[in-house]
């Protein structure tokens, strides 16, 4: 059983960054490939992007590109979220999951992890 627990949520004006972490226990972090997703209210959750286990590989989906950075420090067993450039429109709670797979890939689809965080709130003020 993997425990994931996301942390770095809070209010910030509109322009702003914000720098989320989230870290695994439960099994070698350096197995685990991840994600981040978001859940505004009312809407569908939808994916950030992922990382694969080493770091070297992300994908990031449409939104996600340009704003948002993923990246990994397995010596320090955290995966971070990088938010630039925020606006009212980012709003969300954010999820971070993993799943077991060392590969060179990583997959953006929620369906592929089976293990979350509980979230963490990120409230982006105009």
């Known amino acids: 059983q993997v425990q994931v627990v996301e942390s770095g949520g809070g209010v910030v004006q509109a322009g702003g960054s914000l720098n989320l972490s989230c870290t695994a226990s439960?099994?070698?972090?350096?197995?685990?490939?991840m994600g981040w997703f978001r859940q505004a209210p009312g809407k569908e959750r939808e994916g950030i992007g992922c990382i694969n286990w080493s770091g070297r590989r992300t994908r990031y989906s449409d939104f996600g590109k340009g704003r948002f950075t993923i990246s990994r420090d397995n010596a320090k067993k955290l995966v971070y979220l990088e938010m630039n450039s925020l606006n009212p429109g980012d709003t969300a709670m954010y999820y971070c999951a993993a799943f077991p797979l060392v590969s060179s890939e990583c997959y953006e689809s929620s369906t592929s992890y089976n293990s979350w965080g509980p979230g963490t709130q990120v409230t982006v003020s105009s």
């Open positions: 439960g099994m070698n972090f350096d197995d685990l490939a």
